[in-house]
């Protein structure tokens, strides 16, 4: 591993260092981030885009459906859920 010495202003400095802070880490693993990213030539973008296209592929190849969804009146369906509540409960005692 290397050391790199980056010499700032105060202002840039300071500013810096609080959206480390903003973001949980330090002014050093915000710095070895955005080189790694500038080195690695994708961006952050393209890479929660590659995430993403894998996930579809996940998701294509697990049979879901979006016409498999349930409609909005069976997921509201509180009649039945009550029915089904009062049943558990009477099985219970």
Do not use: C, P
Not at 11 to 26: D, H, L, V
Not at 28 to 50: M, N, Q, W, Y
Not at 61 to 82: L, P, T, W, Y
Request: zero cysteines.
């Amino acid at each position: 591993m290397k050391n790199v010495t980056v010499s700032l202003d105060d202002a840039t400095y300071k500013r810096a260092r609080i959206k480390a802070a903003e973001a949980g880490r330090s002014l050093s693993a915000l710095v070895r981030e955005a080189l790694e990213e500038l080195g690695s030539g994708e961006t952050e973008f393209e890479r929660l885009h590659k995430q993403e296209l894998e996930l579809r592929k996940k998701l294509e190849g697990s049979g879901f459906r979006a016409s498999d969804r349930m409609s909005r009146d069976e997921v509201h369906d509180r009649a039945r859920e009550r029915k089904e509540w009062h049943e558990a409960r009477e099985r219970r005692s």
